[in-house]
């Protein structure tokens, strides 16, 4: 198994930053993509961003520009830099990570970690 722990979200004024951190742990070989989703209240879980273990990066229209995605392969780690925040960035942020083992993907979620931005 493949425990992620997520850190970093809060409340922020529009316009603001925010650093989300995601930690893996455990089972951690074969973990190929890890990436942020979100879920806003009464929406489904959307793609934030997602970073290969080849570091090929993947982002969100509504994000572009504003967001980076990293990756600490040594520390296992992957953090969201949210710049220029703005309110309908709120929703609780997954992390996920991905294991492919003998051709099959095997998906990972993270608890969440709630990003709430004033107006």
């Known amino acids: 198994q493949v425990q992620l722990a997520e850190s970093g979200g809060g409340l922020v004024q529009a316009g603001g930053s925010l650093r989300l951190s995601c930690a893996a742990s455990?089972?951690?070989?074969?973990?190929?993509?890890m990436g942020w989703y979100r879920q806003a209240p009464g929406k489904q879980r959307e793609l934030v961003a997602t970073?290969?273990?080849?570091?090929?990066?993947t982002y969100a229209d509504s994000v572009k520009g504003r967001v980076t995605i990293s990756r600490d392969n040594a520390k296992n780690t992957v953090y969201l830099q949210m710049n220029s925040l703005k309110p309908e960035d709120t929703a609780v942020y997954y992390c996920?990570?991905?294991?492919?083992?003998?051709?099959?993907?095997?998906?990972?979620w993270g608890q969440g970690t709630q990003v709430t931005v004033s107006s």
């Open positions: 455990g089972i951690i070989f074969s973990i190929t993509d």
């Open positions: 996920n990570a991905a294991r492919l083992i003998a051709g099959t993907k095997y998906n990972y």
């Open positions: 970073i290969t273990s080849g570091r090929r990066i």
